[in-house]
């Protein structure tokens, strides 16, 4: 069975520029979650989804952050414009509904803010 | 609100040695307790978890107690391996499940030879 897929797995861009995220969580999990970790962090929840509905975004930064999930299955996150602080790794992860508590995370991507 | 917290690295240990990695933590009510490890280059992959007092997660020779009196969850191996260096993170779920994970800040582990 294939793990969560994300790409890319490194980014490097100049503040002020756009930027985005992909995420193809494992066959089948509905709950797909967006974690940013910063370095030396453990990773925080930025928004979870249940299907194509965003449950629980509390902690995006609405200003420049942004999410998506069409048809409930893939997830793009988006950040524009960046900012240096915007560096760290961003991970993807899924699980089933009715097993919130296996939560199964992608390799992540790497942003780096220049 | 709920929180983790992990002794901090790194921690460098020799071939055949035993491990403890502390982990306590601050929540409401029970939660569900885990360890992830995160290998160079990869995801974070669950290791073992306990959702209730006194039980005993195991994985791979790691092994952590939910002991809900201390509010603690110790990661432990008896003997590690080079292949063990890796980060591990503990972290935490509320009761209700549909709820974020909340993670210590991870310890670094490197066994060398």
């Known amino acids: 069975e294939a793990g969560v897929v994300q790409s890319p797995r490194y980014k490097i861009i100049e503040k002020k520029q756009p930027v985005a995220f992909w995420c193809n969580p494992i066959?089948?999990?509905?709950?797909l979650y967006w974690y940013r970790q910063n370095l030396g962090q453990g990773p925080e929840l930025l928004i979870r989804y249940e299907n194509e509905e965003a449950v629980d975004d509390s902690q995006l930064p609405k200003d420049r952050f942004s999410a998506e999930r069409l048809k409930g299955v893939d997830s793009t996150l988006k950040i524009q414009p960046a900012e240096l602080g915007d560096s760290a790794v961003y991970l993807c992860?899924?699980?089933?509904?009715?097993?919130?508590?296996?939560?199964?995370f992608g390799p992540g991507t790497r942003l780096l803010v220049l | 609100g709920d929180s983790v917290t992990q002794m901090e690295g790194p921690v460098t240990l020799s071939e055949e040695a035993f491990l403890t990695i502390n982990c306590t933590y601050t929540?409401?009510?029970?939660?569900?307790l885990f360890w992830y490890v995160q290998y160079p280059g990869e995801g974070l992959q669950l290791l073992l978890k306990a959702t209730k007092a006194d039980d005993k997660g195991s994985n791979k020779g790691f092994e952590a107690t939910y002991r809900k009196e201390t509010t603690s969850f110790h990661l432990e191996k008896g003997s590690v391996q080079v292949s063990d260096s890796a980060v591990y993170f503990c972290a935490l779920q509320s009761y209700s499940g549909n709820t974020p994970l909340v993670f210590g800040k991870g310890t670094r582990l490197s066994v060398i030879a």
């Open positions: 992860a899924s699980s089933l509904v009715n097993s919130p508590e296996t939560q199964y």
């Open positions: 929540a409401t009510g029970y939660p569900s």
């Open positions: 066959s089948g999990h509905n709950t």
